[in-house]
């Protein structure tokens, strides 16, 4: 069975640093892509990073140059460093595992943690 548990989330002001950790358990399908969504009020779930088993990756042009997605194999564990948080990056945040070639479409993804909330206040 696949457990995937995310945290690290909080709130923080403009400018702010998060890192977001998502420990996966049950999951070793080096085939497949994991990646970290976000879903805001009001707003469709919107992918914001995903990376392969060997460490290649592909960011959201809304997070480019400030977030990085990141994971330890070893202890089955992803991350997503966030820097320079705006009050649009407020959201919940999902890791999810099972996708397609570094996807960042929510439907391709199969596994999905429970969230982790990320406030960003002005």
């Known amino acids: 069975q696949v457990q995937l548990v995310e945290s690290g989330g909080g709130s923080v002001q403009t400018g702010g640093s998060l890192r977001l950790s998502c420990a996966a358990s049950?999951?070793?399908?080096?085939?497949?892509?994991m990646g970290w969504f976000r879903h805001a009020p009001g707003k469709e779930r919107e992918g914001v990073a995903s990376i392969g088993r060997w460490g290649g990756t592909r960011t959201a042009d809304s997070v480019k140059g400030r977030f990085t997605i990141s994971q330890d194999n070893a202890k089955n564990t992803l991350y997503l460093q966030m820097n320079s948080l705006k009050p649009e990056d407020t959201a919940m945040y999902y890791c999810a595992a099972g996708g397609g070639y570094y996807s960042l479409s929510p439907t391709t993804y199969k596994y999905w943690g429970q969230g982790t909330q990320v406030t960003v206040s002005s």
């Open positions: 049950g999951y070793t399908d080096s085939r497949y892509y």
